[in-house]
């Protein structure tokens, strides 16, 4: 008989922590911004996974996993050394449910982890369209989490990340943009329900690789739209130092719309996964996000190349 998600929990053979993600940048991140300028994004995201994959097999039963959460970002663009840089924070809180064979479990209701993050451009140039930009992240672990609960919106631990970026013209209206970064993970030492047990263990990752690249279109001065190929690797497990060989090998994309107005910048993402390895298959991703921004100059949009995972 094929071993469905909650006999394998039961069984102690699988861990389900939330899915482990690239640090996705949206359409012109990669571009430098003016300095002075004080930004607010608020973005709704969706996501749902349905099927769960254990060496790159799929493990029987119907896992419906569905996030639903509010991002709130604040932040401020200026020059260091005579480069553009940002910094923002970014907090949320969110509703994860889970349904179908793992409708049994209690779901996750309240913050999510929170991140800082800050960029600087060694090299911006605007007449030619060309940006070099490195970014870090620091992952904050402020959101809701329980040790006798498999499915927290938080992480109960902190991680890093560090990003580059570079976007330039590939024809008169269309630019490509590329990014690689690195992320890693501290200890959780209360992991018990989440690991497949009884009593808390310390959870351990290694380093998750990623890298994103994909053209973006300037239809006109008000809309943008692009498409991103991303590719992840690593983040394998151990709990209490004995790995679970569950290397995380995800393909994915994500198309993107942007409008800038008057009223700020609007932008509309759908996506999914192509492919996995180890861990849940996001069926859907919708990100809805709006921007708004107080100048101290004329300029009217802030890039934001550090962005949320």
């Not at 923002?88 to 209701?109: E, F, M, N, R, W």
């Not at 976007?167 to 690991?195: E, H, I, Y």
């Amino acid at each position: 008989m094929k071993t469905t998600l909650s006999v394998a929990l039961a069984l102690g053979l699988i861990a389900i922590p939330l899915p482990t993600v690239a640090i996705d940048l949206q359409p012109n991140d990669i571009v430098a911004p003016a300095p002075g300028i004080t930004a607010v994004s608020v973005s709704y995201i969706n996501s749902q996974n349905n099927n769960f994959y254990l060496n790159g097999l799929a493990v029987g039963g119907s896992p419906n996993l569905e996030n639903n959460s509010a991002l709130f970002r604040l932040g401020h663009t200026y020059t260091i050394a005579g480069l553009p840089g940002v910094t923002y924070v970014q907090t949320g809180a969110g509703i994860l449910s889970p349904d179908g064979s793992i409708a049994s479990y209690p779901g996750s209701k309240g913050m999510t982890d929170t991140t800082i993050a800050t960029a600087i451009w060694p090299y911006a140039n605007s007449t030619t369209r060309t940006y070099l930009g490195v970014a870090a992240y620091a992952s904050l672990p402020t959101g809701e989490y329980s040790n006798t609960k498999p499915l927290n919106l938080g992480t109960n631990r902190y991680s890093q990340a560090l990003q580059m970026g570079y976007q330039r013209p590939l024809m008169k209206d269309m630019d490509v943009a590329m990014a690689v970064d690195t992320t890693w993970f501290g200890a959780n030492s209360q992991c018990a329900a989440t690991c497949s047990s009884s009593t808390n263990l310390q959870l351990t990752q290694k380093p998750l690789y990623s890298g994103q690249v994909g053209p973006i279109y300037r239809i006109n001065q008000t809309y943008t739209v692009a498409a991103t190929y991303v590719y992840s690797t690593g983040a394998e497990t151990a709990f209490n130092g004995v790995e679970q060989n569950n290397t995380v090998v995800t393909q994915r994309y994500f198309v993107s719309a942007v409008a800038y107005t008057e009223m700020g910048r609007f932008m509309l993402q759908y996506g999914n996964d192509i492919a996995t390895m180890n861990g849940f298959m996001e069926s859907r991703r919708i990100i809805l996000d709006r921007k708004s921004t107080r100048l101290n100059s004329s300029h009217t949009d802030i890039s934001r190349m550090p962005s949320s995972a």
